[in-house]
T-cell receptor, first 113, second 111 residues
């Protein structure tokens, strides 16, 4: 069965610092992987996605993620965090055949000035 | 191009009442899903559809029904509301290769 683990419930960083949010998945075949961001009271916005090919994918707002098959990971990174990046971040894995999307429990990012 | 439209945005129900959450998309997407979001639990899949006339259960389907008579619409029905169904509900649609586009959500409170 598909599953997604985001081990960090809450992360706090200073503005300008680098960021890495962890995501581990369980899936029997090559997964479709996604990162979404949710600001308070809002819906979810797609940051980036991985389907195949280059394992380092670039997304919006300066984010990138690296797919590592050997570690079953898809960690999200940003070199320099801005105060506006404070939000909740969700990793998700999709099934190629049905497009059913399973989410992790999320990581809440807090940014200090 | 409105994307994914959910109505209503807010709803309060009494225990035992029924209601339908509406979801419509204008992007001609094949795939549509309903999720509920609860604190500390992320988004959990309720039901999903891979095309008109085809639906299937997700992780937490009990107490909910869906139908997909057209490509555009995917309503979620609460048969007999319970306090445990207090949540924020999101509808989403996808073309598989683009990732899901989410609606703005419906905040439901069952008292």
């Amino acid at each position: 069965a598909q599953s997604v683990t985001q081990p960090d419930i809450h992360i706090t960083v200073s503005e300008g610092a680098s960021l890495e949010l962890r995501c581990n998945y369980s899936y029997g075949a090559t997964p479709y992987l996604f990162w979404y961001v949710q600001s308070p009271g809002q819906g979810l916005q797609l940051l980036l996605k991985y389907f195949s090919g280059d394992t380092l994918v670039q997304g919006i707002k300066g984010f990138e993620a690296e797919f590592k098959r050997s570690q079953s990971s898809f960690n999200l990174r940003k070199p320099s965090v801005h105060w506006s990046d404070a939000a909740e971040y969700f990793c998700a894995v999709g099934a190629a055949s049905t497009d059913k999307l399973i989410f992790g429990t999320g990581t809440r990012l807090q940014v200090f000035p | 191009n409105a994307g994914v439209t959910q109505t209503p945005k807010f709803q309060v129900l009494k225990t035992g009442q029924s209601m339908t959450l509406q979801c419509a998309q204008d992007m001609n997407h094949e795939y549509m899903s309903w999720y509920r979001q609860d604190p500390g639990m992320g988004l959990r899949l309720i039901h999903y559809s891979v095309g008109a006339g085809i639906t299937d259960q997700g992780e937490v389907p009990n107490g909910y029904n869906v139908s997909r008579s057209t490509t555009e619409d995917f309503p979620l029905r609460l048969l007999s509301a319970a306090p445990s169904q207090t949540s924020v509900y999101f509808c989403a649609s996808s073309t598989r290769v683009d990732g899901y586009t989410f609606g703005s959500g419906t905040r439901l409170t069952v008292v």
